[in-house]
């Protein structure tokens, strides 16, 4: 029996080291990948300014008569390669503006407070550091329509229209609900996976829109091994998101123009439902437009970039 029992403390011991020394050899392999990494993203888009004494970046493209300021979706590491299968279509006839706020791509992560107030002043300000004037063209895709309803609210002049991709609004994210905790947890852990490296494993090529070049995939892929889940994005925008929501809805929104792409949302709701809660904030078809696409939420621009550029362009025609 204690023979056994020895053989069997061999192997789990044996187990041990070689799970220890996979966690090694990723830990070295991912500090050797960081530093070669540096150069490489040199050569993401945007250019970086100084909000409030941290950096924030921002990608200016183009020149034209309206201002397209396209803003991320929550989590989103590389919000300037994102959208670019969609602005790209369009920098050639109108300014197109990728703001990443911060914990976003390019831009700090911050101890600053993050309520949606703030973060509006934040993009507010990033847009005149880069020379960048009103009004604009609000571009927001899922999350960030709630940082859009504040804006239109606190500075219609600013706003002259917004073209929500899959935009979210206050609604969806009380049916879905916000489980602070979890994401807490989830926050700690991505940390672990970042600082050891073990997030590595999970990002091949094919966890990348195929839209995408190799080049692109490549920034993506240094930038979610630095950022993806950081608190900023996992944890801190979205304790303070149920006060956004609860601020948008107790406000009338000013009547500006609309064009509202929507698919077939998330997994946490029903399709109907999904597109049915966006369209309640549509109700005066003279100020709103709405086109609805058979794809996930997360697939709107791999999927439809080429329709919405075109739906876009009719829509701007519109308001020359």
């Known amino acids: 029996m204690k023979k056994a029992i020895r053989i069997l403390g061999r ?24 530093a070669k990494e540096e ?14 004494g941290h950096s924030m970046n921002v990608c200016v493209l183009g020149e034209g008569a309206h201002t397209l300021v396209f803003l991320a979706p929550s989590q989103d590491t590389s919000p300037a390669i994102t959208f670019e299968p969609l602005y790209s279509q369009l920098d050639g006839e109108y300014r197109t503006v990728v703001i990443e706020k911060f914990g976003y791509g390019m831009s700090e992560i911050v101890d600053t407070p993050r309520d949606y107030q703030t973060m509006v002043e934040e993009c507010r300000s990033a847009l005149a550091q880069a020379g960048v004037e009103a ?31 899959d935009m979210a609004f206050p609604e969806h994210f009380r049916r879905m609900g916000i489980d602070t905790e979890n994401l807490k947890q989830a926050t700690a852990f991505m940390g672990i996976a970042r600082a050891t490296g073990l ?7 094919s966890a990348f829109s195929p839209l995408h070049t190799k080049e692109q995939v490549a920034l993506e892929r240094a930038l979610v091994c630095r950022k993806f889940g950081n608190h900023n994005i996992n944890y801190d925008e979205f304790v303070t998101l ?16 609309m064009l509202l792409f929507l698919t ?4 946490e709701i029903e399709t109907q439902t999904w597109q049915e809660i966006a369209r309640s904030y549509a109700e005066d078809p003279e100020w709103v437009s709405v086109t609805a696409f058979d794809c996930s939420h997360y697939q709107i621009i791999e999927a ?12 701007l025609g519109n308001l020359d």
């Open 11 to 34: 192997i789990l011991l044996g187990f041990l080291l070689l799970d220890l020394a996979v966690v090694l050899t990723v830990f070295v392999y991912h500090r050797i990948m960081l």
């Open 39 to 52: 150069g490489l993203l040199d050569q993401y888009p945007g250019q970086l300014v100084e909000v409030d």
């Open 135 to 165: 009004p604009y063209i609000l571009c927001p895709y899922s999350k960030s329509g709630i940082d859009t309803l504040l804006w239109m609210q606190e500075y219609p002049d600013e706003v002259e229209a917004v073209i929500g991709i």
């Open 199 to 205: 997030i590595r494993l999970f990002v091949p090529d």
């Open 242 to 257: 149920p006060d956004a929501c609860d601020l948008a809805d107790s406000r009338p929104l000013p009547e500006k123009p």
């Open 264 to 267: 077939n949302g998330v997994p």
């Open 304 to 315: 439809e970039s080429g329709e919405m550029a075109e739906e876009m362009r009719s829509f």
